[in-house]
């Protein structure tokens, strides 16, 4: 992965013109345009749109243009290091993909930083697995967190259980039914040992994106990974969702009094997946992130 064709992607997504980025750039048009559809092929999908209204960013193209900052400012931030602090004080970056989009990565870095000094997470969410899984194949991503069920021909570093609860709204008239039917409802949860393959496929996004239902008929609203719009869709249009246990912490304490959670025997098991291509100097980073991640 070329650093510039992230720089390029910036530059239009800033423009939303061609010929502006261009001049910008320093480059011609083609040369634009191979950067911008190399950097798609990587990542699975389209950035942006062209027709009669110009160009635009797609939904993904969005997404990826914060993860994008974000990662090209903790790229700078390496740079400067490395140029002023000598090789014992140099701060490392540790490149994670989650599927949570919401995670107690903060603690992990603590007590990963006061254990081997200066390492710095750089989290990077909202991305598919096929999209992880290319991005730790170009070098950009150091360590991701997947379900097992995607990665079945991999072999993680670290696997782990994460348990499954319903969120509804408080009184929601669909808590009743829902209790009866927990079960049947349920059976389209497998852990990465589920027979049923076909099932256990569909698990792929289930940890990216994070379904929305509406009605006893568990109706597919939406699916996001803000966790706010979760929240507002559940209070506002009597929605109910599938989330990690762990997410629950990441609610503001002033919603949860209009929630109800409901906790099931349902898991999914994830697996902590290693590029091909870390750093020596990573390793002891990235066990140290193996282990915490499935702790805190």
Known sequence: MDIRNLEAFIVL?????????????????????????????????????RGPNGTRLTNFGQKTLENTRKFLTHYEQFKSQVHFDSKENLVRHLYVGSCFPIHNYSQIEKKIAGNKGNVVLALVTGLSVEQQLNLLNAGMLHVAVMPMASILHLEPKKVFTEKLVYIF?????????????????????????????????????????????????????????????IIDMITKNSAYTCVPKRMISSIPEYYMDSLEIIETDKKVDLGVVWSNSIDECLINDAEDFSTWVANV
């Open 13 to 49: 997504a800033e423009t939303l013109n061609y010929h502006k980025a261009s001049e910008r750039l320093y480059l011609s048009q083609p040369a634009l345009t191979k950067k911008i559809h190399g950097l798609e092929d990587i990542l699975g999908a389209s950035l942006f749109t």
């Open 169 to 229: 709204k408080k009184s929601s008239q669909l808590i009743s039914s829902f209790k009866s039917a927990l079960n049947k409802i349920g059976n389209g949860f497998f852990s990465a040992a589920s027979s049923e393959n076909k099932e256990a496929v569909e698990l792929t996004d289930f940890l990216n994106v994070f379904p929305i239902y509406t009605g006893e008929n568990m109706h597919l609203l939406l699916q996001t990974s803000d966790i706010m719009l």
